[in-house]
């Protein structure tokens, strides 16, 4: 038999079924790396997020120590502490693969409707897949801060700020900095509506606990939280600090750096003839997604999630891809597979997080991207 070509037919990899594929292989991948963690007994995170609730019915401090339950401390509202106690009453492998398949579910759903292609997709996909099984190695929540930042700009893009604002709320719910995407209502009609929503939903984040306890225990437990986040700090290793103090001994304090950072990442809306390029907005987005990260002292490693989601609309915002652009890709991959945990050598303890080097990249990646937001207005090739 033999099987004809027409020389004008090419295989098209960016496909429905291809995307397909990668969903499945990427949810096998998570439920896979789910049994593999609980086997190794290595889930303290989905403790720390399982386990307040139980503290809470004793009407107990959540952000206290409790060694007894899980090391360290909870840091996460109220109010994700009562939803994440419904997976108390089950057994813990049950509750990792749902925990986990929910965060990888979001993050999914969120590319989905944020990129339109599938070529788009599917890049954006690969390109996140090895900070996923980072993410679900520590039962972690970014992939679904990720997602749900996502899902609320492709509704502010397709005109509706409600649903949008609802899930920046959720954002807001589980780790708060993600609330600063809000700033993407800049872009769009409708912002009095996303304003009004934004905030009533936020208030109703924080009044419905108080539904299921008492007033003046949840009072007392909000008053704590609060301190939690004014003190608590993880270390600056993950951050543009830390590569300023290890790589050129340059320090200075925090909120110097904080400022700097925040200037910088504010700056390109002053561009406002701008607001209604497609990319421009793209550019902004990834931008604000990685300052996130590089100047929070709230971020560890596996919050880069985070900010390689950032990259991921970057990269597929430049058209043609540059030599620059391709080489960041890379760089970005190959460093996600080499910070699996699962490595004969421990790479991640004994060279990656001592070496800064996820600070470093996206430090350069942050960089470049500003230069393409200022060239944007007098370079064809970035425009739509």
Request: with cysteine.
């Amino acid at each position: 038999m033999v099987i004809e070509i027409k020389q004008n037919q090419t295989l098209n990899i960016y496909s429905k079924k291809t995307w397909t594929l990668c969903l499945i292989a990427s949810f096998l991948l998570v439920v896979g790396l789910c049994v593999v963690e609980y086997n190794y007994g290595y889930f303290n995170n989905y403790l720390i997020f399982t386990r307040p609730f139980q503290v809470m019915l004793s009407k107990g401090n959540i952000y206290d120590f409790h060694p007894e339950l899980y090391m360290d401390t909870f840091k996460y509202s109220p109010g994700f502490a009562i939803i994440l106690g419904i997976l108390f009453y089950l057994p813990n492998l049950t509750g990792i693969i749902l925990w986990n398949v929910l965060n990888a579910s979001v993050l999914f759903i969120g590319i989905q409707k944020f990129f339109k292609t599938f070529k788009e997709r599917i890049q954006t996909l690969v390109i996140l897949i090895p900070m996923l099984a980072i993410s679900v190695h520590n039962e972690q929540s970014n992939a679904l801060v990720a997602g749900f930042i996502l899902i609320s700009l492709a509704y502010l893009r397709t005109a509706k700020p409600i649903s949008a604002a609802l899930c920046l709320s959720f954002c807001l719910f589980i780790k708060f900095y993600g609330i600063f995407l809000g700033i993407s209502f800049l872009f769009f009609k409708g912002k009095l509506r996303f304003f009004l929503a934004c905030t009533i939903f936020s208030l109703l984040q924080f009044l419905w606990p108080f539904v299921f306890f008492d007033t003046n225990y949840l009072i007392t437990v909000y008053q704590n939280w609060w301190y939690v986040l004014k003190t608590t700090g993880l270390t600056d290793s993950c951050t543009v600090i830390s590569v300023f103090k290890n790589w050129f001994g340059i320090i200075l304090p925090f909120w110097l750096w904080l400022a700097a950072g925040t200037l910088v990442v504010l700056l390109p809306l002053t561009n406002k003839k701008m607001y209604n390029q497609n990319r421009f907005q793209n550019l902004m987005f990834g931008s604000f997604l990685i300052y996130l990260i590089l100047f929070n002292k709230m971020a560890g490693f596996p919050t880069y999630l985070i900010a390689v989601t950032g990259f991921g609309i970057l990269y597929n915002s430049v058209l043609p891809k540059t030599r620059m652009l391709k080489t960041l890709a890379l760089s970005v991959l190959l460093l996600g597979i080499l910070s699996q945990y699962r490595l004969p050598y421990n790479l991640v303890n004994s060279f990656i997080l001592p070496s800064h080097i996820w600070a470093f990249l996206f430090l350069l990646i942050w960089v470049y991207l500003q230069r393409l937001l200022w060239k944007l207005e007098f370079n064809s090739q970035l425009q739509e």
